[in-house]
């Protein structure tokens, strides 16, 4: 609910994997959410990271946004399908996790190993295509 008004339904699985809508992104907890420019049927180009995405379903006309869960990036190479380098990130350790804020905005989120008390943010990161979560406004 927002406002008052239902926004989505649904098992709570389903509702957090295929939020459709900004605001059902948010209430879940997606942290990063930005404005799209799209490509083509499968591409889009963030406006507020800079990022060029090939996403894995086709881009309906409605959309007007995407979602990245900050635990859903992992390492990568720079040729990786979904890959961006990491220079000028930010690294925050916290008691289960580590934080990394991106240059560009991104945040993304690493679960700390036992008594891990150190990290080292890799150069590239990627997003697998099935995990850019579409949205319409």
Not at 38 to 59: A, P, T
Not at 90 to 100: C, K, N, Q, T
């Amino acid at each position: 609910m927002d406002e008052g008004k239902i926004i989505a339904k649904g098992n709570t699985y389903d509702v957090f994997e295929n939020p459709t809508k900004v605001q059902v992104a948010r209430l879940t907890g997606c942290k990063n959410i930005s404005k799209i420019e799209v490509i083509d049927d499968y591409h889009l180009k963030s406006l507020d990271w800079g990022v060029v995405f090939e996403v894995s379903e086709k881009i309906s006309p409605s959309i007007t946004h995407i979602g990245i869960r900050a635990h859903d990036f992992a390492p990568a190479e720079k040729d990786d399908v979904n890959a961006f380098d990491t220079k000028n990130s930010s690294l925050l350790e916290m008691p289960f996790e580590w934080e990394i804020t991106l240059a560009n905005g991104l945040w993304w989120k690493y679960d700390k190993q036992i008594d891990e008390h150190e990290f080292v943010i890799p150069e590239y990161l990627k997003i697998n295509p099935k995990d850019v979560i579409l949205l319409e406004e």
